[in-house]
């Protein structure tokens, strides 16, 4: 665990004013999976993306089991500003159990399910990019260690693949 209060540390050593505002932008992307939710809604909407959504949908709905309602619980771990608390948190201090990265996996389940679904390489990189920020601002934010954010991109990679799978599976082989 030393080693990840150094990443972290070493993250606080370039805070600034600017970076702080762009690292808040980020995070609120992934604040209750909401950005990836309304994605998945609008695609649902579209009748040309409507499998998309369904397999956005059921890879979020997939994540949000397995992520928040079982392995935040089960794990119990305490946030990094609980423990070195000489840290000063810019962000609002989530009241939740630390890992996994709720934020992280959330956005990697959207992402890669998006990918996936449509094999848009320019939305999934988009996507991808946008995952990585909100995972980089958990960090720099001091609301998570680095397993936790780890934890959470495997997690939302698996629950991306597990819903494009099941969306297959509903729909046919066919992309949409």
Known sequence: MA???DILNR???IHHPVLDKIMLFFTHFGDAGVFWVCLAILLLIIPKTRKTGVIMGT???LNWLLCNALLKNLVGRIRP???NTLVEIIARKPQDYS???GHTSVSFAGASALYLATGNRKAGIAAMLLAC???????YLYVHYPTDVLGGLLIGLF??????????RLFGRKRG
């Open 99 to 101: 890992f996994p990265s």
């Open 59 to 61: 890879a979020l709905v």
């Open 133 to 139: 920020l909100i995972a980089f601002s958990r960090l």
């Open 11 to 13: 993250l606080q050593t």
């Open 159 to 168: 629950c991306g693949y597990m819903g494009y799978v099941l969306g297959r």
């Open 3 to 5: 080693f990840e209060f």
């Open 81 to 83: 500003y609980d423990v």
